[in-house]
């Protein structure tokens, strides 16, 4: 069978069983527009090509399957830049397809011609130009194999214009072949075992879990495994729902805005068992004084993270899931054979902690409405299984703080890049993903003007997503830190609350726009946002400008100089 | 130029030869700060492979991160690190000196005595051609500096691993004897 090197590439996403992409046509990438009319696949018109990476970025977050993304060439391509960089950092599987142009002028300095391949090789796992229209399956497929298996994340097929034009012979690649790709996914059983040993030696254990359990849908298996050992549980931000937040055992969030204590409990450990986590420096704080009595057992299916920041005593690469499963059967043969250490001293003094150094805030009754009550409302009136999506700053930190996540792929954030926009455009991908689902995105007032425009999106397309803009009319993270750090010399982060009107600019984009300014305008809003079901609602919630994350470990710090909200410090004076 | 190799590794890495490779490679070691030292590409014996030997700068970060991160570029197949007892390294030298008429014989006295071959002669200078190990490039450089080195050009270290010994073969060759 003859097709165009378009018809294939639409073809080759078919069989990959794309359902869905986000993306936006241009001059370069035309020929593989045409045959997406006849395509079987919904296509999704952003307005912003930023906008469609971080769509099949919240895509994949939601469904654990790869998202996919189609813009053009030049400004197109370097668009997208911020969301392939975004999921390379978070190790997100998406597949960007972008139109180049024609083979024969690239190198001509051509209309719309960037080097898209070059610029984006340090931002995906592995790239690809098409030269030879006889190759497009053949690439496809290796393409979603790298997005999907070993450690996911991002990659990119660049289609020149006139490749996509040749004619090609039709096939379907049955396997793979990369020779230089070949994940090990199954832990040696010698270091599962000595894992196991240290283990049952420990007497102030904690499993720090990180992304990789979500991306390894190892959730069930890390339940059993903390349940077998009666070990206490960190979930990282990006760990967020792998492990649910109302088990006994979860402790939380650790790192930077941590619980005081998921982040001591790291500190005071006597064994770390890191599973897919990364060390980031957000968690660690200063590396040379992060849990400094822990032996730690590391188990990452990328070997590079075993060793990268922190050595391992007992590195085991490999799958998590498989990994997990194979570590329970490990404890459970050595728990026969020898008595393991009680861990009731432990959990005597993890539960003391809790209960002296417990979030606060208060919410006075006439007083400014705060932030953290807002997610509080939207936590206890919206279904167990909502998806929350937020962007970066304040409003993420009280998000992953506050909310309850029992189930895993109910929270999408921006965790490694740190990318203010993400919010409104993933919440519409997860919405697209998984539309039987609530979805709320939670943004800042700073994040939500940088990728708005979205909404008109999700109105055309009736996306209906919900969107809460905890609105401090500042750009409040960095309020913060000006504040504490720099004297309260407050630089250039004054938004104001009302410029723009939120409400009526999402009545303009098709959306039902809501202020709330008073705490008891809160729950009632939230009840009519949530009887929407046909399009989108954004809530303009006007917070207090004064609020702060806490607990805080400044940056570069100890997480032993972990900061406590000076209105609520019970430690003063002790 | 540094004498001895030890503060250096030489890795041996196995790529596909496809356009772009060198360019993950270099950008990887760019991006990730590590410093290349020299760097040697060419097609193998097989052409769908190409070999490249770099040689890194130890000091910048842990060898082993550099081979992990490494290893995760797609098209690199193999690494192999070759310690210098375990390898054979050679380079080659294009030198340019200053060999006017009354230090000519000086010069080609010097290049004979390295196996050094004179590729140019001109009035003042003449060009030398020299190979082997980076510390016989080394020496030779050292010499060569009082005469005035004009221009000179190092293609960077290549490298293999010595062969394998076959022990048992020769014990078998001992124990007829006895």
């Known amino acids: 069978m003859k097709l165009t090197g378009a018809q294939a590439l639409i073809k080759s996403l078919e069989m990959e069983g794309t359902e869905v992409m986000f993306g936006l046509p241009g001059g370069a990438i035309l020929p593989v527009y045409d045959p997406l009319i006849d395509s079987s696949i919904r296509h999704i018109l952003v307005r912003h090509e930023q906008g469609a990476g971080h769509m099949a970025e919240g895509f994949a977050h939601a469904t654990g399957r790869p998202g996919v993304a189609m813009v053009t060439s030049g400004p197109a391509a370097t668009n997208i830049v911020t969301a392939l960089c975004d999921a390379y950092m978070d190790s997100v599987p998406i597949v960007v397809i972008t139109g180049q142009v024609p083979y024969a002028v690239i190198g001509s300095d051509a209309f719309q011609e960037c080097d898209t391949v070059g ?269 929350v999506v937020s962007g970066v700053g304040q409003h993420q930190m009280w998000s992953s703080q506050r909310w309850k996540f029992n189930h895993p792929n109910t929270w999408v954030n921006s965790g490694g890049l740190g990318t203010m926009g993400f919010a409104v455009p993933a919440s519409i991908g997860a919405k697209v993903g998984k539309p039987d689902r609530m979805v709320w995105a939670i943004d800042g007032d700073g994040c939500f003007q940088m990728t708005a425009q979205e909404l008109v999106t999700a109105s055309a397309e009736r996306i209906p997503v919900k969107v809460a803009i905890l609105n401090n009319a500042y750009l409040g993270m960095v309020r913060q830190w000006q504040e504490l750090f720099y004297e309260e010399r407050y630089s250039e982060v004054y938004l104001s609350p009302d410029l723009p009107d939120y409400a009526k600019w999402a009545e303009a984009m098709g959306c039902v726009g809501f202020k709330v300014e008073t705490p008891d305008d809160v729950v009632p809003t939230i009840e009519k946002a949530n009887q929407i079901d046909d399009r989108p609602v954004v809530v303009d919630f006007q917070v207090d400008y004064r609020e702060k994350v806490y607990p805080m470990v400044p940056a570069g710090g100890s997480n032993d100089d972990i900061i406590l909200d000076p209105a609520h410090d019970k430690s003063v004076g002790r | 130029m540094p004498n001895g190799v030890a503060q250096h590794h030489i890795l041996s890495v196995l790529v596909e030869n496809k356009f772009g490779v060198l360019s993950r490679v270099a950008g990887l070691f760019s991006r990730r700060g590590y410093n290349i030292f020299s760097l040697a590409v060419s097609p193998t014996e097989d052409e769908r492979l190409s070999r490249m030997t770099i040689v890194v700068d130890a000091e910048s970060a842990p060898l082993e991160q550099i081979t992990k991160q490494l290893n995760k570029v797609i098209p690199v197949i193999k690494i192999t690190e070759l310690s210098p007892d375990e390898a054979v390294e050679r380079e080659l030298m294009l030198a340019t000196v200053k060999a006017g008429a009354e230090t000519r014989s000086q010069v080609t006295e010097l290049a004979a005595i390295f196996e050094a071959k004179i590729v140019d002669v001109g009035y003042e200078a003449m060009t030398l051609m020299v190979a082997g190990t980076p510390e016989k490039l080394d020496a030779i450089s050292d010499l060569l500096a009082p005469f005035g080195i004009v221009e000179s050009q190092r293609t960077g270290r290549i490298a293999l691993s010595k062969l394998a010994r076959q022990t048992t073969k020769l014990r078998a060759v001992k124990d007829r004897g006895a």
């Not at chain 1, 396997?175 to 040993?197: E, M, S, T, W």
């Not at chain 1, 069930?220 to 990006?238: Q, S």
């Not at chain 1, 939380?252 to 500190?267: D, F, I, K």
Request: hydrophobic fraction near 35%; charge should be negative.
């Open chain 1, 119 to 387: 610029i984006t090789m340090p931002v995906t796992k592995h790239n690809w130009l098409v030269t030879d229209p006889q190759d497009i399956p053949r690439y496809v497929r290796e393409a979603f194999h790298v997005a999907t298996t070993g450690r996911p994340g991002p990659v990119l097929v660049d289609v020149p214009k006139d490749v996509a034009n040749q004619m090609m012979d039709w096939y379907w690649p049955d396997a793979v072949d990369l020779p230089g790709y070949k994940p090990n996914v199954k832990g040696h059983p010698k270091q599962i075992k000595d894992a196991a040993r240290l283990w049952g030696e420990a007497h102030r254990p904690v499993i720090y879990a990180g992304g990789g359990i979500l991306k390894a849908r190892a959730s069930n298996a890390l339940k059993a495994l903390a349940e077998a050992t009666g070990t206490p549980v960190v979930t990282t931000l990006m760990a967020r729902g792998s492990f649910p937040d109302d088990h006994p055992q979860c402790l939380g969030m650790p790192g930077m805005h941590g619980n005081y204590t998921a982040v001591t409990s790291m500190q005071k450990c006597d064994l770390l068992i890191a599973l897919g986590s990364r060390f980031d420096d957000r968690v660690t704080g200063k590396v040379d004084s992060f849990a400094p009595g822990a032996k730690v057992i590391h188990v990452d299916i990328d070997p590079a993270e075993l060793g990268k920041v922190r050595r391992p005593d007992v590195p085991i690469v490999g799958d998590c899931r498989l990994v997990i499963e194979e570590l329970i059967k490990a404890v459970q043969s050595n728990r026969q054979k020898r008595e393991w250490p009680d861990l009731t001293p432990w959990w005597t003094q993890l539960r003391e902690w809790q209960e002296r150094h417990p979030l606060h805030y208060e919410q006075l009754e006439d007083g400014p409405l705060k932030p953290q009550y807002c997610i509080d409302m939207l936590r206890d009136h919206c279904p167990d299984d909502t998806i």
